[in-house]
């Protein structure tokens, strides 16, 4: 978990955010994604209350090992994120990409493992399946928009112009770099 916390640091302290964000489109609804963001608040009190109900019982939970990674990690940072894409700051553009992703990701997994289980006759929360689903399909939804308006072309580019700064391609018939244009001997 520490690896994966200082990688975290490195990237974030080594990709310019501010190049990132000049690259959003103005239409690039920067609430819905800071809204899909902070569905993981929503986690708090189910995590707590399982988290008290084991200490109690004196058990641990079968996910015990979620909460801390959960509580101390990922929940503070979407929430962070969301912040940051509220007030479309730099940061939060970065941030906001990288978290949006992993929200997807845990949406489709943990709903999965739970359809899993209801389908299985097992014991399950049909309540957290629908969390599940909350943070996965508008986190789908969220994450398309998001990167469908992240770019040159949601800059009012054409579809297909090269990136700024690209070089663009040579004419037809005219030779590049010391080859010879197709056709030509």
């Known amino acids: 978990m520490g690896l994966g916390a200082w990688s975290l640091v490195g990237l974030l302290a080594g990709t310019d955010a501010k190049a990132l964000a000049a690259l959003a489109d103005a239409r690039l609804p920067v609430r819905f994604c800071a809204a899909v963001l902070a569905v993981p608040l929503l986690f708090v009190p189910i995590w707590l209350s399982m988290l ?3 200490i109690a019982a004196k058990k ?3 996910a015990a090992t979620v909460f801390p990674l959960d509580l101390c990690f990922l929940i503070p940072a979407a929430a962070w994120a969301a912040a940051a894409l509220w007030r479309r700051k730099p940061i939060g553009y970065l941030a906001g990409g990288i978290l949006l992703v992993k929200a997807v990701i845990s949406g489709v997994v943990l ?3 739970t359809l899993y289980q209801l389908l299985a006759g097992e014991r399950a929360n049909p309540g957290e399946l629908a969390l599940y689903l909350v943070l996965a ?3 789908a939804a969220a994450l398309g928009l998001f990167l469908k308006r992240l770019g040159p072309a949601g800059k009012g580019a054409a579809p297909g ?4 700064g690209a070089t663009p391609p040579a004419a037809p018939g005219t030779a590049t770099h010391g080859a010879s244009a197709p056709g030509a001997r």
Do not use: D, S, V
């Not at 112009?161 to 700024?164: E, G, I, L, R, S």
């Open 161 to 164: 112009a090269a990136a700024p």
């Open 52 to 54: 008290f109900a084991g």
């Open 137 to 139: 399909l508008p986190g």
């Open 111 to 113: 709903a999965g493992g």
């Open 60 to 62: 641990a939970a079968p």
